[in-house]
T-cell receptor
């Protein structure tokens, strides 16, 4: 596609439920990033994938958070047993290798009730 | 990566130049300065980046001081559509961006 696509754009869930957020990066981009943005805050790094290398998971806030990237393309961020403090916009970005010009998707607004 | 400091908010009149400062006094020799902006309810958008020379593109100009400890993003003729949060980050070319701070919220007024 022309840009980074994220789905769903909005997700409302109940506390304790699991959610999956999807990211389709720009074709050919080998690097993929997930960020979280709470209301009125900056972007908080979650995880980084680069090609076939082991991902950098250092930003994941707890073991309830996990992400995978299948076939070096689509990525899924999974949050298990969601909590109210998980409510935020989850942003995905991709880039060409280690070049830092990131292309962001429009994000998924997650609301945990 | 080096930390950056930006004013939380700025105002600018439409048609005037908007000059957004960023302090990065601990920047290393191999670290670039990148600017992004985020319009409400959208993902951040790349604007410009530089190492030590001033840079200009169709969106903005980037002025980096000789000691590289600070920079200024210049929007030469601000429009209402330039109202956004502007983020300055510092990243090495072999690294990747960790956290973006709160940036500068620019309000362009008629």
């Amino acid at each position: 596609g022309a840009g980074v696509s994220q789905s769903p754009s909005n997700k409302v869930t109940e506390k304790g439920k699991d959610v999956e957020l999807r990211c389709d990066p720009i074709s050919g981009h080998t690097a993929l990033y997930w960020y979280r943005q709470s209301l009125g805050q900056g972007l908080e790094f979650l995880i980084y994938f680069q090609g076939n290398s082991a991902p950098d998971k250092s930003g994941l806030p707890s073991d309830r958070f996990s992400a995978e990237r299948t076939g070096g393309s689509v990525s899924t961020l999974t949050i298990q047993r969601t909590q109210q403090e998980d409510s935020a916009v989850y942003l995905c970005a991709s880039s060409l290798e280690s070049v830092q010009k990131l292309f962001f998707g429009s994000g998924t607004q997650l609301s945990v009730l | 990566d080096a930390k950056t400091t930006q004013p939380p908010s700025m105002d600018c009149a439409e048609g005037r130049a908007a000059n957004l400062p960023c302090n990065h006094s601990t920047i290393s020799g191999n670290e670039y300065v990148y600017w992004y902006r985020q319009i409400h309810s959208q993902g951040p958008q790349y604007i410009i980046h530089g190492l030590k020379n001033n840079e200009t593109n169709e969106m903005a100009s980037l002025i980096i001081t000789e000691d590289r400890k600070s920079s200024t993003l210049i929007l030469p003729h601000a429009t209402l559509r330039d109202t956004a949060v502007y983020y300055c980050i510092v990243v090495s070319n072999s690294g990747y961006a960790l956290n973006f701070g709160k940036g500068t919220s620019l309000l362009v007024t008629p």
